[in-house]
């Protein structure tokens, strides 16, 4: 899977997401990371995803500087930390979109008058499909939230990874022809998807909206 080139917060490729979270449930907020990188989006989650060898604070202002967007994980904590309500201050400043997800407790300021989903007891699987099913929303991200995921179904190196990204798939509706191409060649090549039960069960309400007939594998 891509990862950032040395002192940029960020891969080249993919959508980059800030993800504001309170300290105490940076484990949480890491594996929400790790679920969106499995459908070609990446998080970024400050002091797992930083470089060691730079300063954190300016990896953060660098993330927020070049954020396209800033997802804020609302756990009870988050409201009383002078960092998250900087960070979405920031991103609001900017002008970017920003979405938060309420985890027991409502956003406060500026943030707090739109009426945001809960996510109260998710996992943090079920937290990423609803921020990936937000970003799809997104006009001006949807055709690289797309890209990035055939790349994640590509490069799927488990069955896991290849449902996960033929999920995502599905939840985008509609492929252009050249995406479509370019799915039927990694269901025919990749035995993580091709020769997968769980990525095939995944693609198949994809493949049968658009009156198409799934590959078979050929390794």
């Known amino acids: 899977m891509t990862t950032p080139a040395h002192g940029s917060p960020w891969p ?16 949480f907020a890491g ?18 995803t ?8 300016d990896q953060i202002e660098d993330a927020l500087r070049t954020a396209e967007v800033l ?16 960070e979405i201050g920031w991103a609001l400043g900017r002008g970017i979109p920003v979405f938060c997800i309420r ?37 001006s991200l949807s055709d690289r939230i797309t890209g990035g995921l055939i790349k ?8 896991f990874e290849g449902e996960a990204a033929a999920k995502g798939l599905d ?3 509609t492929l252009t022809s050249d995406q479509w191409e370019a799915v039927d060649s990694i269901v025919r090549t990749n035995d993580q998807v091709g020769g997968s039960i769980l990525a095939r069960r995944a693609l198949s ?7 198409r007939d799934l590959p078979k594998y050929t390794g």
């Open 205 to 211: 309400p994809l493949y049968y909206r658009a009156d």
């Open 103 to 139: 985890i027991g407790r409502d956003p406060q300021g500026f943030a707090g008058r739109t009426q945001w989903p809960s996510a109260y007891d998710q996992k943090p699987d079920e937290v990423a499909r609803t921020i990936n099913g937000w970003l799809n929303s997104q006009p």
């Open 171 to 173: 939840a985008v509706g």
């Open 152 to 159: 994640a179904l590509a490069q799927a190196g488990s069955y």
């Open 12 to 27: 080249d490729d993919l959508v980059r997401v800030f993800l504001s979270h309170s300290a105490v449930h940076k484990q």
């Open 31 to 48: 594996e929400v990371a790790q679920h969106l990188r499995e459908v070609g989006v990446y998080g970024f989650v400050a002091h797992d």
């Open 71 to 86: 997802v804020a994980l609302i756990h009870p904590e988050f409201n009383d930390s002078a960092w998250c309500q900087q």
């Open 50 to 57: 930083m470089t060691v060898s730079l300063p954190w604070q």
